[in-house]
């Protein structure tokens, strides 16, 4: 089991829907990350929170917007989605030290939009 | 230049045997290296860390050779269940509040061990 949960671990929505994917992490990390992973590719970064702030937005169109409810909880509101933005979506958390250890990844929310 | 470049692969091999996989990265600053699994529509895990001194866990060994920004991952006495993606990982994504780096993505290498 995976100490970062991520619901729902599928979703199907149309173009003109909104929609939410939840993450949350209970092993007190303070930076957590959305990642986007398209089949056969890598992951690639999309959002991180830093102590609950956000820290990163790597040019992401606006129809994805995240929100972080408290150091617990991650979220990504989806709306006016298109089908290029079917993928995997991964949600991670890690500590904040200064030597990085590695990334804890959820079991993702596959995602196709029709 | 990608960033953080990789073999594709696949690699198949038969059980039993040694395979290593190798990648290198652009950035001569990046402090910290990893190797990660992938399996079939499954998330990334941690398999491993990778140190300066190079390091051991079990049948998996990783070096790193900073001078030539290089990682490699060596796996011995190959087992069916080996069989996944690895993906090489580094610090070398844009600097968040914290001073530290995102990590960044390598392509990753198919593995497939075969009976």
């Known amino acids: 089991d995976t100490e970062v949960t991520q619901t729902p671990k599928h979703l199907v929505m149309g173009m003109t829907n909104k929609k939410s994917l939840k993450c949350e992490q209970h092993?007190?990390?303070?930076?957590m990350y959305w990642y986007k992973q398209k089949a056969k590719k890598p992951p690639e970064l999309m959002f991180v929170?830093?102590?609950?702030?956000?820290?990163i937005n790597e040019s992401v169109p606006s129809r994805f917007s995240p929100e972080c409810p408290n150091s617990s909880l991650l979220n990504l509101h989806l709306h006016a989605l298109q089908p290029e933005d079917s993928a995997l979506y991964l949600c991670?958390?890690?500590?904040?030290?200064?030597?990085?250890?590695?990334?804890?990844f959820g079991s993702g929310t596959r995602l196709t939009v029709v | 230049r990608k960033e953080v470049e990789q073999d594709p692969g696949p690699f198949n091999v038969p059980e039993g045997a040694t395979v290593a996989f190798n990648c290198t990265y652009s950035?001569?600053?990046?402090?910290?290296f990893f190797w990660y699994r992938q399996d079939c529509r499954k998330e990334p895990k941690l398999l491993m860390s990778?140190?300066?001194s190079g390091n051991e866990d079990g049948r998996f060994t990783a070096q790193l050779n900073r001078a030539s920004q290089y990682i490699s991952l060596l796996i011995r006495d190959s087992k069916l269940s080996d069989s996944a993606t690895y993906l090489c990982?580094?610090?070398?994504?844009?600097?968040?509040?914290?001073?530290?780096?995102?990590?960044?993505f390598g392509s990753g290498t198919r593995l497939q061990v075969q009976p």
């Open positions: 990982v580094v610090n070398m994504g844009p600097v968040m509040d914290t001073g530290r780096r995102a990590l960044t």
């Open positions: 929170y830093s102590y609950e702030k956000l820290s």
């Open positions: 990778v140190y300066s």
């Open positions: 950035n001569s600053a990046s402090q910290s």
């Open positions: 991670a958390s890690s500590q904040d030290r200064p030597k990085e250890e590695g990334y804890t």
């Open positions: 092993m007190g990390h303070r930076a």
